[in-house]
Each structure stands twice: as structure tokens, then as C-alpha cells.
């Protein structure tokens, strides 16, 4: 039965014309190059989705061996760290996780002095943000918990008293600013952590 797009108005079955070489052979450039598209589209969001899950077992890794206090657990974050080249070569050191923190910054956070050495050692970037609204540095973190071992080491490797974002306490402030903010930090504690920070080095005026 002829389909009702292939009459006329008058009712006359109508012929598609054939079309030429030059015709046929532009149609065919033209579905190969969607299909190439399409297939280039798919490579690459598996190759993110790969990136992404390798992201988050690097991170989760290191972020264990903060919070859990087996040797083991923390030889497997060691592990991941020195094998990360060899075995992950797409995972960057300052990857993040689901929620835009890094291995260094939950080192930090914690006050695993020993874990923040090695990743410092391996390139972490001690000056790395958080890739949330509240940007917060390795400072950020270590003042905020008052870790005082880890304020001293990023400042002694170079940390620059960046300000935050504009999200989460104490925003837009450099860390030295949210030491002198924050109400839960006792008054010698707060003394010892300013006279840490201030031979940090000031950021160069940013916008964000």
C-alpha cells in the first residue's frame, strides 16, 4: 500500500528522483562525519566517566587514611599516591572528588601532617581551591580546624594567604582574616596562628 506522503494532490503516486553521484557521495560524507561525531561524543564521555571514578577512588583513598587510624588503611594511600603516575596517569595529583576537594586539602583538614608532606613531595599544589562556591585553600582548611603543624608547613612551603569564595563561613576572607574572625579559636591559639600566618605571602588582589 502506498504511503499517503508519495501521492500528489491529485492523487498520483509520486517517484522520488534518483539522486546523482555528486548528490549520493555528499549525503554518504555527511552521515559518516554525524556518525564520527556521535562515536568521538561517546569516547570522550567515557573517557571522563573513567577520569571521574579515578578521581574519586585517588581521592577517597587518601582521605580514608585521614579518618581511619588502621596502618594498612594508610599504606594503601601511599600506594595510591606513588603508583598514581603508572597506573592513573589521567588522574592529577589535585584531583577532587564529587564534592571539589582534594586529597591535599582532607590531609589538611584532618592535620595528617605526615600524608600532607608526601603529597606536597609528589606536586600537590598547596595553593589549590576547592572547585565549590566557597573556594577554599589548604590555608583555609588548616586554620579553620586549627592545625597549627599544617599552617606552619604550608607557609614554610609557600602558601599564599588567598581570600575564600562567597559561599560558607567566613566569605571572602584570606585565612589570616578568617583566624581573626572566628570566634572559636582561644585567644593564645589565635595569637600563635597570626604570628604563623603573617610571613605568609599576601595574594595579588584577584576578582572571583
Not at 88 to 98: G, N
Given at each position: 500500500m502506498d504511503h499517503e506522503e508519495n501521492l500528489d494532490s491529485q492523487g498520483k503516486v509520486v517517484t522520488p528522483a534518483a539522486m546523482n553521484p555528486l548528490e549520493e557521495y555528499v549525503t554518504t560524507c555527511i552521515v559518516h562525519e554525524m556518525l564520527i561525531d556521535h562515536a568521538l561524543e561517546v569516547a570522550e564521555a567515557a573517557q571522563a566517566?573513567?577520569?571521574?571514578?579515578?578521581?574519586?577512588?585517588?581521592?577517597?583513598?587518601?582521605?580514608?587514611?585521614?579518618?581511619?587510624s588502621?596502618?594498612?588503611?594508610?599504606?594503601?594511600?601511599?600506594?595510591?599516591?606513588?603508583?598514581?603516575?603508572?597506573?592513573?596517569?589521567?588522574?592529577?595529583?589535585?584531583?577532587?572528588?564529587?564534592?571539589?576537594?582534594?586529597?591535599?586539602?582532607?590531609?589538611?583538614?584532618?592535620g595528617n601532617l605526615a600524608l600532607c608532606k608526601i603529597l606536597i613531595s609528589s606536586?600537590?599544589?598547596?595553593?589549590?581551591?576547592?572547585?565549590?562556591?566557597?573556594?577554599?585553600s589548604c590555608l583555609h582548611f588548616a586554620v579553620f580546624y586549627r592545625k597549627y603543624k599544617i599552617i606552619h608547613l604550608l607557609?614554610?612551603?609557600g602558601a599564599v594567604l588567598a581570600k575564600c569564595g562567597d559561599d560558607g563561613?567566613?566569605?571572602?576572607?584570606?585565612?589570616?582574616?578568617?583566624?581573626?574572625?572566628?570566634k572559636r579559636i582561644k585567644e593564645d591559639e589565635r595569637m600563635d596562628i597570626i604570628e604563623i600566618l603573617e610571613t605568609a605571602e599576601k595574594e595579588v588582589t584577584k576578582t572571583y
Open positions: 566517566k573513567l577520569k571521574q571514578e579515578g578521581a574519586e577512588k585517588f581521592v577517597r583513598a587518601c582521605r580514608d587514611a585521614c579518618y581511619k588502621e596502618p594498612w588503611i594508610f599504606d594503601e594511600a601511599l600506594k595510591a599516591i606513588k603508583m598514581r603516575p603508572v597506573r592513573q596517569p589521567l588522574i592529577a595529583i589535585d584531583a577532587v572528588d564529587r564534592n571539589g576537594i582534594n586529597a591535599l586539602q582532607f590531609a589538611c583538614a584532618r606536586g600537590a599544589n598547596i595553593d589549590f581551591k576547592t572547585t565549590t562556591s566557597r573556594c577554599w607557609v614554610e612551603r563561613p567566613m566569605p571572602m576572607t584570606n585565612p589570616l582574616e578568617m583566624c581573626e574572625l572566628l
